[in-house]
């Protein structure tokens, strides 16, 4: 697709459709509730493993293309129409939110200012050099969680879709966030 027939999508923050907005919360309160530090930190790697599966061996050209996708559950509108590029371009944007995030509440602060869907969203103009800013972004933030001893914070920072969660429900939404965004590589790389 060219500039003049992008397709004409919902505003980066516009949120989820109803009533995929009203179940979302209550299948991350049921994570949080079920899942411990471990397991969310499995979950993480696991999709962060995939990823990389799914972008091997890909040319620039595959990578950089954006493809215009359906929906999956858990993605906006706006995200429709990325590239792979963009996708971990968002990705490593997010991670070092998180890390913010956790480092705050894991020493009983909130974050200064809001979290933001829109604000999260990748450059159209990213380039290869993506990849190592990613994959780093996905260490540092396995390197942040393994320093917080305790996840169950009394401070609190609202997430827009969720709501207010302590640093176990940050850190329960990590690998979820990386499962949609696995499925979006997925349809980018066949809609190739």
Same mark, same amino acid.
């Given at each position: 697709?060219?500039?003049?027939?992008?397709?004409?999508?919902?505003?980066?923050? !516009?949120?989820?459709?109803?009533?995929?907005?009203?179940?979302?919360?209550?299948?991350?309160?049921?994570?949080?509730?079920?899942?411990?530090?471990?397991?969310?930190?499995?979950?993480?790697?696991?999709?962060?493993?995939?990823?990389?599966?799914?972008?091997?061996?890909?040319?620039? !050209?595959?990578?950089?293309?954006?493809?215009?996708? !359906?929906?999956?559950?858990?993605?906006?509108?706006?995200?429709?129409?990325?590239?792979?590029?963009?996708?971990?371009? $968002?990705?490593?944007? %997010? $991670? $070092?939110?998180?890390?913010?995030?956790?480092?705050?509440?894991?020493?009983?602060? %909130?974050?200064?200012?809001?979290?933001?869907?829109?604000?999260?969203?990748?450059?159209?103009?990213?380039?290869?050099? %993506?990849?190592?800013?990613?994959?780093?972004?996905?260490?540092?933030?396995?390197?942040?969680?393994?320093?917080?001893?305790?996840?169950?914070?009394?401070?609190?920072?609202?997430?827009?879709?969720?709501?207010?969660?302590?640093?176990?429900?940050?850190?329960?939404?990590?690998?979820?966030?990386?499962?949609?965004?696995?499925?979006?590589?997925?349809?980018?790389?066949?809609?190739?």
């Amino acid at each position: 697709m060219t500039a003049s027939n992008t397709p004409q999508l919902a505003p980066p923050g !516009a949120g989820l459709p109803f009533p995929e907005n009203r179940i979302a919360p209550i299948l991350l309160g049921v994570k949080r509730w079920t899942g411990n530090p471990q397991s969310y930190t499995a979950k993480f790697v696991a999709e962060r493993q995939l990823i990389h599966s799914l972008i091997s061996g890909k040319s620039d !050209a595959e990578l950089s293309k954006q493809v215009l996708i !359906a929906r999956p559950p858990g993605l906006e509108d706006s995200s429709r129409y990325w590239s792979v590029w963009m996708t971990l371009d $968002h990705l490593r944007i %997010v $991670h $070092h939110a998180f890390i913010g995030v956790l480092e705050s509440l894991a020493n009983e602060q %909130v974050p200064a200012g809001e979290a933001s869907t829109a604000a999260v969203k990748p450059d159209k103009a990213v380039t290869a050099s %993506v990849v190592a800013e990613y994959e780093a972004s996905c260490e540092a933030l396995l390197a942040t969680i393994a320093k917080i001893t305790n996840f169950k914070t009394t401070a609190k920072f609202p997430h827009p879709w969720f709501g207010p969660m302590d640093a176990h429900g940050w850190l329960a939404l990590s690998g979820g966030h990386m499962a949609i965004h696995r499925t979006q590589i997925e349809r980018i790389l066949k809609g190739l």
